[in-house]
């Protein structure tokens, strides 16, 4: 908005024009994303991408799980946003630990229906 000079409401409707035209979409941890010809989206919760993690970087029980510094960047989306996934996934029983200054690790590999 600043970048532009437009206010917040400007943007907004802006964005509302844009999903009629199916060029944006509201998106679940974030607030908008346009969406542009050819590129893939992952449209999962940012909770399931994030287990995903554990599969595709090959971590196995008891190995340190990337942070939320680095989950924010490779996502595109907030540490915050973040933050509240690792949550869902502290309670799910696949993390164990984290907090200020403590490393998260595996606790549970997900199996393929948890990730589905």
Known sequence: MREHGVSRGVAIRAYGVLRQEGLAEPAPG??????????????RPLDQRVADVITTDGLEVGQAFPSASALAERFGVSRPTVAKALEKLDAAGLLAGGGQGRVRTVRAVPTREERS
């Open 30 to 43: 974030e607030r908008w994303r346009v969406v542009r010809p050819g590129d893939h989206v992952d449209r």
